[in-house]
């Protein structure tokens, strides 16, 4: 049986998930999905190269998989009423806009979906699609890649399995490398719904834990373009949890220093951390520590294992053989939390996401 995957929209994220799922055995044919017929075939020549035998690491991947002798088939469909016949599955990575009605559509159609994050434009959405997809009762994974990272995967684990004593405090950074293209910002939903509402998803995640509160506070410091569009490019949050647990976030734009992404969680006992490596972009100014030789360009390379492993966690869903770790339902947390960061921002005090109501 062959295995027709189909990826809806071909911008930065949309094209690295057909480079990498195009490189993944047992996906016999690709389907690039768009409006434009020209742009299609510029999508589907780029992939082309970037998958030919001679194309080095920084093209194909630098953790594309050994062992596929063949790519697969490469088509091109320009959207209509039919775009989603033949599919076995679908990404969905175009513009947010978009993302309910072509959820819809090819859930409707039976066939299984990987959305990108948000499901919808607007946040306080999110429930309601969140129960008429579900209702639909065809497997759909929403893109929140950090639940399919191992770091991640193994902070959970030892958070739940207790040898950490009490959780204390978390540490939390989203840093980004360079700012948001100047075009994006007005649309990008900005730093709360679009760069933080990572860490808003991660650390419920982590800890198992509902939030109670949150109180966020940000500024512009060195792009214009955000303030003009009602946006940050410098924020912190502290989120209080049900134990009593606080959770300490920043998020920035324009880091010099490379992407860093991390989270470490401090336990009575022990504390452990995510995305503290050898190319975390900090130089210690301790006498003898040696500064990383290489850090992260941005966040497609920081999290590119991450993205792979969604992939063939989305291949699984579509087998039969496993089940999404992210409903959409499991965005309602994160997205309550966005909310009511901009709700304390606005009013310059702590929010309770029992005031956010859906």
Partial sequence: MSTRIGVVGLGRIGRMHARNIAQEPGVDELVLIGRTEGKLEDAKAQLQSELA???GPDLRGAHAPAGRDNSPVISTVVLNEDWTDGLDGVIIASSTHTHPELARTALT???????????????????????????????????????????????RDRIHSGDMGTIRVIHSAGHDHFHVDPEFIPTSGG???????????TIPWLLGERPVSIYASGSVLDEQAYADNGDLDTATAVITFESGVQALISGARNIASGQDVNTVVYGSDAAYAAGVDSKSPVVSTEPGVSPPESTYADFVERFE????REIRHFLAVIDGDATSLTLPS?????????????????????VRLDEIDF
Avoid: C, N
Wanted: hydrophobic fraction near 50%; charged fraction near 30%; charge should be negative.
């Fill in 53 to 55: 035998p001679e194309a």
């Fill in 109 to 155: 159609a039976g066939v299984p979906v990987l959305l990108e994050k948000p499901i919808g434009l607007k946040l306080e959405e999110t429930a309601a699609l969140s129960a008429e997809f579900e209702a639909l009762d065809v497997p759909i994974m929403v893109a929140y890649h950090r639940r399919y990272d191992e770091g991640f995967q193994s902070l």
């Fill in 191 to 201: 730093v709360w719904r679009d760069l933080l509402i990572h860490e808003f998803d």
């Fill in 305 to 308: 294992p991450a993205f792979r």
């Fill in 330 to 350: 499991d965005g309602i947390v994160a997205a309550r939390l966005a909310v009511a960061a901009e709700e304390s921002v606005r009013r310059r005090i702590p």
